[in-house]
């Protein structure tokens, strides 16, 4: 069975959908606005939902990127498994490998966006406490900083959008909350439970901000001993779970006889598939567990 036309009409559509505005075939609800989402607390929909999730990752994908590359990557994946495979029902699994590498990138891209992200946000924080001390009003700090020409943009548009919050009246501790769950950061919940601590307290805010901002530079410090130390690790991971696929695809394109012996029966073919899927979930394993020992403090 000849799939070469129907998969190059699919990846064709793909590219279409990754290069046409985002505007063009996902439509906004008229009127829609976050400080709106704010005070209702509607019900949100899946789509809805993975939006926020991707939001979340700092990647700055959206919904659109990640189902394209999705699709594109498993079309790849299908098209290299069924002609090594001789057989393209075994090969639909590959499909969903798509769903693997882009996650993989997500996350990268993610890290990096959010690693700028909390640099950016210690420097934002010591300008909230040079301000905090000429004005006690935290409108005027957060304007200060969503204004301010020495932080990078992905500080700036998340300062923005706590002084548009605080300008339509929404709690200080709710727009904090949002705050947090948009970026996932964990300075974040500690500025945020600094915010609330001292709103229900008292004292010096300028005088703790700046105390804030040592502890979260030695917390980034400690960490970043800690991802040093695990670097090794997950490279050696990356390297070893993208060595086979390689030598495998080295393989096919020298000689692409090379497994006839191994896909001339179901038993072959299934060993194949099954040392593939072995490769990728074993290091998707150690990748997660040596992330979630980086983000535990082992």
């Given amino acids: 069975m000849d799939i070469s036309l129907p998969i190059a009409i ?3 559509m793909a590219i279409l959908l990754l290069i046409m505005p985002n505007k063009l075939y996902m439509r906004e609800p008229t009127g829609k606005h976050e400080i709106v989402e704010v005070l209702q607390q509607e019900r949100k929909t899946i789509w809805k939902q993975f939006e926020e999730r991707l939001a979340k990752s700092h990647s700055g ?35 969903l490998a798509g769903i693997m590498f882009t996650e993989r990138l997500v996350s990268v891209w993610g890290a990096r966006r959010k690693d700028d992200f909390e640099a950016g946000n210690v420097k934002a924080i010591r300008l909230m406490a040079s301000s905090l001390r000429t004005s006690p009003s935290y409108l005027h700090a957060f304007e200060q900083v969503a204004t301010s020409p020495f932080l990078s943009e992905i ?36 500025l945020a439970t600094i915010v609330h601590i001292q709103r ?16 979260i530079l030695r917390r980034r410090q400690s960490l970043r001993r800690q991802k040093a130390a695990m670097a090794q690790i997950v490279a050696q991971v990356n390297l070893l779970s993208i060595m086979p696929f390689v030598f495998v695809i080295a393989l096919y394109v020298n000689n692409p006889n090379h497994f006839d012996p191994l896909t001339a029966t179901i038993g072959g ?4 598939l099954g040392s593939l899927a072995s490769i990728l979930i074993g290091g998707e394993a150690i990748r997660f567990v040596a992330h979630k020992s980086i983000s535990r403090g082992a």
């Avoid at 805010?205 to 040592?214: E, F």
């Avoid at 073919?269 to 194949?272: A, C, G």
């Fill in 10 to 12: 699919g990846m064709g």
């Fill in 61 to 95: 994908w959206g919904v659109n990127q990640y189902v394209t590359l999705s699709f594109l990557l498993g079309i790849a994946s299908f098209g290299v498994s069924s002609q090594i495979l001789q057989s393209w029902w075994m090969a639909l699994p590959a499909l």
């Fill in 155 to 190: 500080v700036l548009e998340e300062y923005r959008r706590i002084v548009e919050l605080l300008r339509a009246q929404v709690p200080l501790e709710h727009v904090m909350n949002r705050f947090f769950e948009r970026t996932g950061s964990a300075d974040v919940k500690y």
């Fill in 200 to 215: 229900e307290m008292g004292g010096d805010m300028a005088k703790t901000l700046d105390l804030a901002a040592s502890s």
């Fill in 269 to 272: 073919r299934f060993l194949i």
